[in-house]
Each structure stands twice: as C-alpha cells, then as structure tokens.
C-alpha cells in the first residue's frame, strides 16, 4: 500500500514564508514524477509545480519566482519551499506522484490527503 504524506501546512501573513513536505512510503520500485497540485475553494485544482526524476521542473505561472520545488530521490520526498506568499496563495496543497511498485508493473498516480495553506493577516 502506497501512501504520500504530507506536511508543513499552516497560517502564515502576506509576504511571509513555508515549506512543504512530502514522503512517499510502502512498496516503491521506481518514483516518476512528483508534484504539488492546489485546490481553493470554487476552483479547480491546478499545478503549482512538478520534477522529474532527471530534473526538469514546470512552475505553474502565479508561482514562478516565489515558489521552489525539490525532491529528494533517496527518500522519495518532494518539498515546496514558497516565499513571498499572497492571499490567492491560499488553499488545499496536494502531493502528487507518478510511481512504480515493481520492475514489471505500470506507473501509476498517488495523491496526499492535502494540506491547507492559508495566507491572511
């Protein structure tokens, strides 16, 4: 059974910081690619960023150049450090991850159980 946890959520003010984590953990062959995905309320859930293994990382657009993300291959972990954080900023965070339980079987899609962000003074 493969879950993704997640955490470092919280309540922070406008212009302020935080850090996500996630792990991925149970039967794990290969990890594909990870990412985070948020979700406010009365939108649809949108990509905030995502790695691949080798390296190559998409920012989504509102994010670009205030959140990084990074991953951990050893732990299978991906973090999202975000800076100068904005009221919009605020909402569900979802770890994502594309992964293989063994050498013969298909990747698969995980999801977290999601974290909640809010920005507000």
């Known amino acids: 059974q493969v879950q993704l946890v997640e955490s470092g959520g919280g309540l922070v003010q406008p212009g302020g910081s935080l850090r996500l984590s996630c792990t991925a953990s149970g039967t794990i062959f290969v990890v594909g690619v990870m990412g985070w995905y948020r979700q406010a309320p009365g939108k649809e859930r949108e990509l905030v960023a995502s790695?691949?293994?080798?390296?190559?990382?998409n920012y989504g657009d509102s994010v670009k150049g205030r959140f990084t993300i990074s991953r951990d291959n050893a732990k299978n972990a991906v973090y999202l450090e975000m800076n100068n954080l904005k009221p919009e900023d605020t909402a569900v965070y979802y770890c994502n991850a594309d992964l293989k339980e063994s050498l013969y079987s298909n990747y698969f899609e995980y999801w977290g159980q999601g974290t909640q962000v809010t920005v507000s003074s």
């Open positions: 790695t691949f293994r080798r390296g190559d990382i």
